[in-house]
């Protein structure tokens, strides 16, 4: 009976020995993940921190650029007026020169 008694003992304790070894792996894994996650977290604050501003930025120069290509429609309208009329006068002129008028 003692023989049994100590024998289960033994396997009690490695049983145990062997969920410690597990739970030290795991606790192991948890550390490097937390670790990881802090460095995440800090690398996002430090993005999200710069980003209003990239932000109010970004619309500024929008806004600038949307001003720009209206200045530059109303340009090209008017390149396009002048390049009807030379084009006009050069038939107009083109007539005149060979009496088709």
């Known amino acids: 009976m003692l023989f049994f ?6 396997f009690i304790t490695f049983i145990n020995c062997y969920l410690l070894l597990k ?3 795991l606790y192991n894994s948890l ?3 937390t670790s990881e996650l802090i460095n995440l977290e800090k690398q ?3 993005l999200f921190y710069i980003l209003p501003d990239l932000v109010l930025k970004g619309q500024e ?3 600038e650029l949307r001003q720009f290509y209206q200045k530059f429609l109303r340009q090209l309208a008017i390149a ?3 390049f ?4 006009l006068l050069l038939r107009i002129w083109y007539r005149l020169e060979n009496g088709f008028l």
């Open 80 to 82: 396009q007026k002048l």
């Open 5 to 10: 008694i100590i024998i289960f003992n033994l």
């Open 61 to 63: 120069k929008t806004a």
């Open 23 to 25: 739970l030290w792996v």
């Open 44 to 46: 996002l604050n430090q």
């Open 31 to 33: 550390k490097k993940i």
């Open 84 to 87: 009807r009329n030379l084009q």
